[in-house]
């Protein structure tokens, strides 16, 4: 073949390819083109041999210019190709969430949850630590070191559930939370500043205002000359934080660990004081106990009675969202899992 001859072949050969490249669709016959256009431009380099040395840059020129636009218009059309077949699989693999997420509910907390971090959030702000404590108890925090000997009258007024493990009533399911009082003062140095919020337990048979589990929160301030008027005071800065404008009123008591002893109520949110259904018309609602820690439990913890003195108070948190929504005895409600109810607050 002449010089001009090979030339126009590597040409032609390029021109093909720029043609046919556009019409593959898919990898392989892309490649089938690339081969037979290789193969082709082989002969064309087999060719330069037998041409005059002046012919052969020419040819060599041509040749490597047809290899160069047979390599760019591959490439290009490559990319096409693959694009394409990434964008096809993605879509044949695409998986429809939507239909999940349009429309469904977002869940909130249980009221009592809420009311729970709630209380926490109060106290943090007054410079309280929060802690937990076991739900399992031994009978020494849970009566013995809260002055409640064996035999105590008041530990009947408990109803107990023992677990059966070890000596004989001797491992229980905590009947409130103070016995984190002792817990804490057995761990830690005066000053505490400390509120329990948890789950707690008595031998009762669930309905309207019962129920086998309940939940409370302690407070226990221990400190140097700590008076009735701090706890009082607190407690009624708590209850405004908690309710609003209400009052706080303390009803002589009696509780082993505490001396004096109060009762612990809030004037009626409803009311205010004139008497409704909610407050079984006495115009004050009665949430939980409080009083001086007895020198007795500050002994059973190995603290001076003559050096720190303290606080103690301790009330259920289950009534707070019924008195929050106007429910006045339905406790079960909360524990229903009716979601009519549980969707409104
Ligand atoms: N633990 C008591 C109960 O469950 C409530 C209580 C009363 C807690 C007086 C206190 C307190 O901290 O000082 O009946």
Redesign the pocket.
């Known amino acids: 073949m002449s010089a001009t001859q090979l030339v126009e072949r590597a040409e032609s050969v390029a021109r093909r390819v720029v043609e046919t490249a556009q019409t593959a669709t898919d990898l392989e016959s892309l490649r089938e083109i690339e081969r037979t256009a290789s193969d082709e431009l082989a002969a064309v380099k087999t060719g330069i041999g037998s041409v005059e040395g002046a012919d052969r840059s020419t040819v060599g020129k041509a040749l490597a210019a047809a290899q160069a636009t047979i390599a760019e218009v591959v490439g290009e059309r490559r990319a096409v190709i693959s694009a394409a077949a990434s964008a096809s699989q993605l879509a044949a693999e695409r998986l429809d969430l939507t239909a999940l997420g349009n429309g469904s509910l977002r869940g909130h907390l249980h009221p009592v949850t809420q009311v729970w971090r709630e209380l926490e959030d109060i106290f943090c702000g007054l410079g309280y630590q929060v802690h937990e404590g076991p739900e399992v108890e031994d009978d020494w925090h849970n009566f013995e070191a809260l002055n409640f000997p064996p035999g105590h009258p008041a530990r009947a007024m408990q109803d107990t559930l023992y677990v059966n493990l070890g000596e004989p009533e001797q491992v229980l399911l905590r009947?409130?939370?103070?016995p984190m009082?002792i817990r804490l003062m057995e761990t830690q140095e005066p000053p505490i500043y400390a509120i329990i919020p948890g789950r707690?337990f008595r031998r009762d048979t669930p309905d309207a205002r019962h129920s086998p589990v309940f939940h409370?929160i302690?407070?226990?301030v221990i400190d140097r000359d700590v008076t009735m008027g701090d706890l009082m005071g607190t407690i009624e800065v708590f209850f405004r934080a908690l309710f609003g404008d209400v009052e706080s009123r303390f009803l002589p008591s009696y509780?082993p660990?505490?001396e004096p002893?109060a009762e612990l109520a809030v004037s009626c949110p409803f009311c205010e004081k004139t008497g409704c259904r909610t407050c079984s018309h006495t115009g004050w609602i009665e949430l939980?106990?409080?009083?001086m820690v007895d020198p007795n439990v500050l002994q059973a913890c190995n603290l001076d009675p003559e050096e720190w003195s303290g606080f103690?108070?301790?009330?259920g948190i289950d009534r707070i969202p019924l008195l929050r929504n106007q429910i006045d005895s339905l406790q079960t409600l909360l524990w229903d899992n009716d979601l009519r109810f549980l969707r409104q607050s």
């Open positions: 009947t409130h939370t103070s009082q707690t409370q302690e407070c226990l509780f660990f505490t002893s939980g106990g409080c009083g103690a108070f301790g009330f």
